[in-house]
């Protein structure tokens, strides 16, 4: 069977912040490959450079050194072949829901040389996430008149519109109380076998990041930079009772104790146990 190709390929990434003595590595020699329709999960400390990175692939941030391809082209900034999805919803008050969704046929980038059966698809398309998102009864309802789930469902289906080959996610569901997250889990996961999309999920959840990710790759701290990846050994139809399992128990506690050692948290643990007994 063919192998998927490589959709990402990252080699040698470093970024930094500043000049002089006050300027911060944060992100050091970054080599990752992320195949076409795969799913990949971000986990790490706060200050690793997740949503960095994540930034940098969607064009939002520029690189010191290193290359960053996307379907063997460099990427050289935004592009309509990448979408992003915030923890902040960044809806806009005035419009519906589905005025929302069709926000990025407005833009003059996706509306060079588009003829009319093309306007039609795209109206077409439209209707077709309101009800693959759940989102048809509340269509002409304004943001504020939403729950934090669904005004993340606006979010995900403005930013599939366009069809974007890589959909880039920097903690969507942060905000969201864990009923609303679970709904949400099984909701990207349907998107993403559906949209056939390649997927780069930004969490500080590592049970999140096991049950969406295909691989987990764990990122370290001061730099930022990759330290381990993950291979999710799990089946492909995701479960909730799957969370229960010894494999899925297993991988979390290695992946939590890592993060634990290269965050330094595990010895400033020991130090305040140390100063109770003093």
Known sequence: MKSPMKKIVVEGLCKQFGRAANQVQALADIDLTVREN???????????????????????????????????????????????????????????????????????????????????????????????MGLAHVAEAYPNQLSGGMQQRVAIARALMGKPSILLM?????????????????????????????LVFVTHDVEEAIYLGHRVVLMAPRPGRIDSIYDVRLSARRDPEMKLSPEFIALKREILARIRETSGMKTDLERLEQLTRQ
Request: overall charge negative; glycine content about 8%; proline content about 2%.
């Open 170 to 198: 920097d903690e969507p569901f942060g905000a969201l109380d864990a009923q609303t997250r679970e709904v949400m889990h099984d909701l990207i996961l349907h998107v993403h076998a559906l949209e056939k999309t390649t």
């Open 38 to 132: 795969e799913f990949v999960t971000l986990v790490g400390a706060s200050g690793c450079g997740k949503s960095t990175l994540l930034r940098i692939l969607g064009g939002l941030e520029t690189i010191d050194s290193g290359s960053i391809r996307v379907d063997d082209r460099e990427i050289e900034g935004p592009g309509v072949d990448r979408a992003m999805v915030f923890q902040n919803y960044s809806l806009y008050a005035w419009l519906t829901v589905r005025q929302n969704i069709r926000f990025s046929r407005l833009l003059k980038v996706n509306g060079r040389n588009r003829t009319q059966a093309e306007v039609e698809t795209a109206s077409g398309r439209a209707d077709a996430l309101l009800h693959s």
